[in-house]
Protein backbone atom coordinates (compact mmCIF):
# COMPACT_ATOMS: atom_id res chain seq x y z
CA UNK A 1 0.00 0.00 0.00
CA UNK A 2 1.48 3.36 -0.96
CA UNK A 3 0.75 6.40 -0.01
CA UNK A 4 2.79 9.52 -1.43
CA UNK A 5 6.01 8.47 0.26
CA UNK A 6 4.91 5.97 2.60
CA UNK A 7 4.25 2.46 1.96
CA UNK A 8 4.54 -0.91 3.82
CA UNK A 9 4.84 -4.75 2.42
CA UNK A 10 6.65 -7.85 3.06
CA UNK A 11 10.06 -9.07 2.44
CA UNK A 12 9.39 -13.44 1.97
CA UNK A 13 12.70 -14.58 3.50
CA UNK A 14 14.20 -17.51 1.61
CA UNK A 15 12.63 -20.38 3.76
CA UNK A 16 9.17 -18.93 3.15
CA UNK A 17 8.18 -16.89 6.09
CA UNK A 18 7.80 -13.30 5.23
CA UNK A 19 9.03 -9.90 7.27
CA UNK A 20 6.41 -6.96 7.36
CA UNK A 21 8.05 -3.26 7.14
CA UNK A 22 7.18 0.43 6.85
CA UNK A 23 9.02 2.89 4.76
CA UNK A 24 8.76 6.89 4.63
CA UNK A 25 9.96 9.85 4.31
CA UNK A 26 13.60 10.81 1.58
CA UNK A 27 17.18 10.80 2.70
CA UNK A 28 19.80 8.71 4.23
CA UNK A 29 17.97 5.60 5.88
CA UNK A 30 17.43 5.03 8.93
CA UNK A 31 16.44 1.38 10.56
CA UNK A 32 14.46 1.20 12.99
CA UNK A 33 13.98 -1.84 15.16
CA UNK A 34 12.16 -2.64 18.22
CA UNK A 35 11.81 -5.11 21.30
CA UNK A 36 10.87 -8.12 22.26
CA UNK A 37 6.85 -8.84 21.99
CA UNK A 38 6.31 -5.51 20.27
CA UNK A 39 6.33 -3.91 16.43
CA UNK A 40 6.95 -1.36 14.59
CA UNK A 41 4.46 0.54 16.02
CA UNK A 42 6.50 0.99 19.17
CA UNK A 43 8.15 4.02 16.85
CA UNK A 44 4.92 5.42 15.86
CA UNK A 45 5.70 8.86 17.88
CA UNK A 46 9.33 8.82 16.32
CA UNK A 47 8.71 8.38 12.51
CA UNK A 48 6.70 12.07 11.92
CA UNK A 49 9.81 13.82 13.36
CA UNK A 50 12.09 12.03 10.90
CA UNK A 51 10.48 11.54 7.86
CA UNK A 52 11.40 15.49 6.29
CA UNK A 53 15.35 14.51 6.42
CA UNK A 54 15.65 10.94 6.31
CA UNK A 55 13.92 7.98 4.81
CA UNK A 56 12.47 5.52 8.09
CA UNK A 57 12.50 2.16 7.66
CA UNK A 58 10.14 0.59 10.54
CA UNK A 59 10.43 -3.63 10.50
CA UNK A 60 8.29 -5.52 12.33
CA UNK A 61 10.80 -8.41 13.37
CA UNK A 62 10.81 -12.60 12.65
CA UNK A 63 8.11 -13.62 15.34
CA UNK A 64 6.48 -9.91 16.16
CA UNK A 65 3.94 -8.04 15.06
CA UNK A 66 2.40 -8.79 11.46
CA UNK A 67 5.81 -10.82 10.42
CA UNK A 68 5.00 -14.60 10.50
CA UNK A 69 5.71 -16.37 13.53
CA UNK A 70 7.45 -19.58 12.12
CA UNK A 71 8.37 -22.38 14.60
CA UNK A 72 12.06 -21.16 14.30
CA UNK A 73 15.80 -20.01 15.86
CA UNK A 74 15.03 -16.93 16.32
CA UNK A 75 18.51 -16.18 17.88
CA UNK A 76 20.29 -12.85 17.81
CA UNK A 77 21.93 -14.13 14.83
CA UNK A 78 19.21 -15.08 12.77
CA UNK A 79 17.07 -12.13 13.41
CA UNK A 80 20.41 -9.86 12.12
CA UNK A 81 20.69 -12.41 9.18
CA UNK A 82 17.00 -11.73 8.61
CA UNK A 83 17.09 -7.99 8.41
CA UNK A 84 20.22 -7.83 6.58
CA UNK A 85 18.37 -9.64 4.14
CA UNK A 86 15.19 -7.19 4.08
CA UNK A 87 17.77 -4.17 3.54
CA UNK A 88 19.11 -6.41 0.36
CA UNK A 89 15.58 -6.71 -1.28
CA UNK A 90 14.82 -3.03 0.01
CA UNK A 91 18.13 -2.14 -2.10
CA UNK A 92 19.29 -0.13 1.10
CA UNK A 93 23.03 -0.30 1.19
CA UNK A 94 24.34 1.65 4.56
CA UNK A 95 22.23 2.23 7.20
CA UNK A 96 21.50 4.05 10.71
CA UNK A 97 20.25 1.48 12.94
CA UNK A 98 18.62 2.02 15.82
CA UNK A 99 17.09 -0.62 17.94
CA UNK A 100 15.34 -0.46 21.22
CA UNK A 101 15.80 -3.66 24.20
CA UNK A 102 15.87 -6.95 21.84
CA UNK A 103 16.59 -4.38 18.91
CA UNK A 104 19.33 -3.07 20.28
CA UNK A 105 20.54 -6.42 20.17
CA UNK A 106 19.58 -7.43 17.08
CA UNK A 107 21.54 -4.19 15.81
CA UNK A 108 24.47 -4.53 17.50
CA UNK A 109 24.50 -8.26 16.04
CA UNK A 110 23.85 -6.79 12.61
CA UNK A 111 26.75 -4.35 12.56
CA UNK A 112 29.05 -7.43 14.05
CA UNK A 113 28.06 -9.51 10.96
CA UNK A 114 27.89 -7.33 8.37
CA UNK A 115 29.92 -4.14 9.23
CA UNK A 116 29.59 -2.84 5.83
CA UNK A 117 25.81 -2.20 6.16
CA UNK A 118 25.95 -0.14 9.60
CA UNK A 119 26.98 3.42 9.28
CA UNK A 120 25.91 4.48 12.50
CA UNK A 121 24.53 2.76 15.74
CA UNK A 122 21.29 3.95 18.48
CA UNK A 123 21.17 1.42 20.94
CA UNK A 124 18.04 2.51 23.02
CA UNK A 125 17.57 0.60 26.89
CA UNK A 126 19.18 -1.89 24.67
CA UNK A 127 19.49 -5.91 25.37
CA UNK A 128 23.13 -7.18 25.82
CA UNK A 129 25.06 -4.77 27.75
CA UNK A 130 24.69 -6.62 31.14
CA UNK A 131 23.18 -9.75 32.60
CA UNK A 132 21.00 -7.93 34.71
CA UNK A 133 16.99 -8.86 33.91
CA UNK A 134 14.06 -8.48 35.20
CA UNK A 135 12.40 -11.19 37.00
CA UNK A 136 9.73 -11.71 35.16
CA UNK A 137 11.82 -12.35 31.84
CA UNK A 138 13.88 -14.48 33.97
CA UNK A 139 10.88 -16.30 35.02
CA UNK A 140 9.74 -17.22 31.43
CA UNK A 141 12.91 -18.69 30.68
CA UNK A 142 12.26 -21.48 33.06
CA UNK A 143 11.03 -24.86 31.02
CA UNK A 144 7.35 -26.24 30.58
CA UNK A 145 5.63 -23.46 32.61
CA UNK A 146 5.45 -20.62 30.91
CA UNK A 147 4.27 -22.27 28.44
CA UNK A 148 0.99 -23.36 29.63
CA UNK A 149 0.62 -20.13 31.82
CA UNK A 150 1.33 -17.95 28.38
CA UNK A 151 -1.59 -19.95 26.57
CA UNK A 152 -4.01 -19.45 29.99
CA UNK A 153 -2.88 -15.78 30.53
CA UNK A 154 -2.84 -14.59 27.53
CA UNK A 155 -6.24 -15.93 26.25
CA UNK A 156 -8.58 -13.49 24.19
CA UNK A 157 -11.48 -14.43 26.72
CA UNK A 158 -8.71 -13.52 29.38
CA UNK A 159 -7.98 -9.91 28.46
CA UNK A 160 -9.96 -8.03 30.80
CA UNK A 161 -8.88 -9.89 33.98
CA UNK A 162 -4.96 -9.81 32.50
CA UNK A 163 -5.12 -6.53 32.07
CA UNK A 164 -6.38 -6.08 35.74
CA UNK A 165 -4.41 -8.69 37.30
CA UNK A 166 -1.24 -6.60 35.63
CA UNK A 167 -2.59 -3.03 37.11
CA UNK A 168 -2.70 -4.46 40.23
CA UNK A 169 0.82 -6.12 40.32
CA UNK A 170 2.23 -2.67 38.96
CA UNK A 171 0.54 -0.50 41.75
CA UNK A 172 1.74 -3.30 44.42
CA UNK A 173 5.42 -4.22 42.87
CA UNK A 174 5.93 -1.58 40.90
CA UNK A 175 6.12 -1.18 37.03
CA UNK A 176 8.53 -3.10 35.13
CA UNK A 177 8.57 -0.80 31.57
CA UNK A 178 7.18 2.52 33.01
CA UNK A 179 8.10 5.49 35.60
CA UNK A 180 4.08 6.42 34.76
CA UNK A 181 2.28 3.32 34.94
CA UNK A 182 -0.93 4.84 34.82
CA UNK A 183 -0.13 7.35 32.06
CA UNK A 184 0.56 4.28 29.89
CA UNK A 185 -1.96 1.55 30.60
CA UNK A 186 -3.53 1.78 26.98
CA UNK A 187 0.38 0.75 25.50
CA UNK A 188 0.97 -1.70 28.02
CA UNK A 189 -2.25 -3.67 26.77
CA UNK A 190 -1.43 -3.29 23.40
CA UNK A 191 1.60 -4.89 24.05
CA UNK A 192 0.43 -7.96 26.03
CA UNK A 193 -2.08 -7.92 23.37
CA UNK A 194 0.08 -8.70 20.91
CA UNK A 195 0.91 -12.10 22.43
CA UNK A 196 -2.75 -13.69 22.29
CA UNK A 197 -1.82 -15.21 19.25
CA UNK A 198 -0.02 -18.94 20.24
CA UNK A 199 2.52 -18.11 17.10
CA UNK A 200 3.70 -14.81 19.10
CA UNK A 201 4.25 -17.05 22.13
CA UNK A 202 6.11 -19.32 20.85
CA UNK A 203 8.04 -16.41 19.27
CA UNK A 204 8.34 -14.60 22.64
CA UNK A 205 9.75 -17.77 24.50
CA UNK A 206 11.77 -18.78 21.82
CA UNK A 207 14.04 -15.62 21.29
CA UNK A 208 13.56 -14.83 25.41
CA UNK A 209 15.86 -17.88 26.07
CA UNK A 210 18.37 -18.06 22.99
CA UNK A 211 20.02 -14.47 24.90
CA UNK A 212 18.75 -15.51 28.71
CA UNK A 213 18.18 -17.91 31.19
CA UNK A 214 17.15 -17.42 34.82
CA UNK A 215 20.00 -16.11 35.84
CA UNK A 216 20.03 -13.51 33.56
CA UNK A 217 21.31 -12.15 30.31
CA UNK A 218 23.66 -14.92 28.84
CA UNK A 219 24.57 -13.15 25.63
CA UNK A 220 26.78 -10.13 25.71
CA UNK A 221 26.48 -8.13 22.35
CA UNK A 222 29.01 -5.17 23.57
CA UNK A 223 31.85 -7.19 22.79
CA UNK A 224 30.70 -7.57 19.07
CA UNK A 225 31.17 -3.81 18.79
CA UNK A 226 33.86 -3.04 21.32
CA UNK A 227 36.10 -1.96 18.61
CA UNK A 228 33.40 0.15 17.23
CA UNK A 229 34.61 3.54 15.08
CA UNK A 230 30.95 4.53 14.23
CA UNK A 231 28.87 7.12 16.11
CA UNK A 232 26.76 5.55 18.39
CA UNK A 233 23.96 6.55 20.88
CA UNK A 234 22.98 5.19 23.88
CA UNK A 235 20.19 6.48 25.01
CA UNK A 236 18.00 5.21 28.64
CA UNK A 237 15.38 5.70 30.81
CA UNK A 238 16.92 6.73 35.00
CA UNK A 239 14.29 4.30 36.18
CA UNK A 240 14.55 1.43 33.76
CA UNK A 241 13.74 -1.70 35.60
CA UNK A 242 14.10 -3.97 32.34
CA UNK A 243 17.88 -3.11 32.04
CA UNK A 244 19.03 -0.90 34.96
CA UNK A 245 20.75 2.39 33.58
CA UNK A 246 24.12 0.99 34.70
CA UNK A 247 24.32 -1.17 31.50
CA UNK A 248 24.60 2.53 29.90
CA UNK A 249 27.25 3.67 31.64
CA UNK A 250 29.12 0.23 31.69
CA UNK A 251 28.89 -0.06 27.64
CA UNK A 252 29.83 3.79 28.38
CA UNK A 253 33.09 2.44 29.14
CA UNK A 254 33.68 0.04 26.33
CA UNK A 255 32.77 2.43 24.08
CA UNK A 256 34.41 6.08 25.10
CA UNK A 257 33.32 7.99 22.29
CA UNK A 258 29.49 7.28 22.20
CA UNK A 259 27.42 9.43 23.61
CA UNK A 260 25.14 8.78 26.43
CA UNK A 261 21.84 10.65 27.20
CA UNK A 262 19.96 9.26 30.53
CA UNK A 263 16.26 10.66 30.46
CA UNK A 264 14.67 11.21 34.21
CA UNK A 265 11.99 10.11 35.29
CA UNK A 266 11.55 7.63 32.75
CA UNK A 267 11.28 3.93 32.35
CA UNK A 268 12.14 0.97 29.90
CA UNK A 269 10.66 2.97 26.89
CA UNK A 270 11.94 6.19 26.50
CA UNK A 271 10.45 6.69 22.95
CA UNK A 272 7.08 6.32 24.48
CA UNK A 273 7.43 7.96 27.71
CA UNK A 274 9.79 10.72 27.04
CA UNK A 275 9.19 11.17 23.11
CA UNK A 276 10.16 14.86 23.20
CA UNK A 277 13.06 14.63 25.19
CA UNK A 278 14.14 11.62 23.24
CA UNK A 279 13.66 12.91 19.59
CA UNK A 280 15.43 15.97 20.74
CA UNK A 281 18.39 13.90 21.58
CA UNK A 282 18.43 11.64 18.67
CA UNK A 283 17.95 14.46 16.00
CA UNK A 284 21.15 16.07 17.75
CA UNK A 285 22.91 13.23 17.17
CA UNK A 286 22.14 12.75 13.47
CA UNK A 287 22.51 16.69 12.91
CA UNK A 288 26.05 16.18 14.39
CA UNK A 289 27.34 12.86 13.09
CA UNK A 290 27.30 10.93 9.66
CA UNK A 291 27.30 7.47 8.90
CA UNK A 292 30.69 6.12 8.94
CA UNK A 293 31.57 3.34 6.34
CA UNK A 294 34.05 0.91 6.98
CA UNK A 295 33.94 -2.06 4.83
CA UNK A 296 32.33 -2.30 0.96
CA UNK A 297 29.03 -3.73 0.27
CA UNK A 298 29.54 -7.53 -0.72
CA UNK A 299 28.80 -7.63 -3.79
CA UNK A 300 26.23 -10.60 -5.57
CA UNK A 301 22.53 -10.78 -5.39
CA UNK A 302 20.89 -11.86 -1.27
CA UNK A 303 21.08 -15.55 -1.03
CA UNK A 304 19.57 -17.65 2.62
CA UNK A 305 23.06 -18.53 3.40
CA UNK A 306 23.45 -16.52 5.91
CA UNK A 307 19.67 -17.88 7.38
CA UNK A 308 20.30 -20.48 9.61
CA UNK A 309 17.21 -23.41 8.40
CA UNK A 310 16.51 -21.31 5.29
CA UNK A 311 16.55 -22.89 1.66
CA UNK A 312 17.50 -20.82 -1.27
CA UNK A 313 14.14 -20.19 -3.18
Keep these: MTQGSESEGFVELPGGSRIFYRRSGKGEPILLLH???????????????????YEVIALDLPGCGRSDKPDTDYSLGTQ??????????LHLDLVTAIGH???GGVAMTLAYQYPERVGRLGLVASAGLGRDLHLLFRAATLPFAPERAMRVLFHPRMRVPRNLLGLIMSQALGDPFFHRPKQHRREFEALLQGLEE??????FLATLRSASNYAGQSVSALD???LAEFPVLIVWGKDDRVFPVAHARRA?????????????????????EATQPFIKALRKWLDETRP??????QSGP?????????SVA
Excluded: K, N
Excluded at 265 to 272: E, K, M, Y
Design 302 to 310: PTGRDIPGA
Design 35 to 53: GIAHSSQAWDRVIPALTSR
Design 224 to 226: RIG
Design 252 to 272: HQELPHARVVVIEHCGHFPQL
Design 292 to 297: LRIYPV
Design 101 to 103: SLG
Design 80 to 89: AAAVRYVLDR
Design 198 to 203: PGAQRA
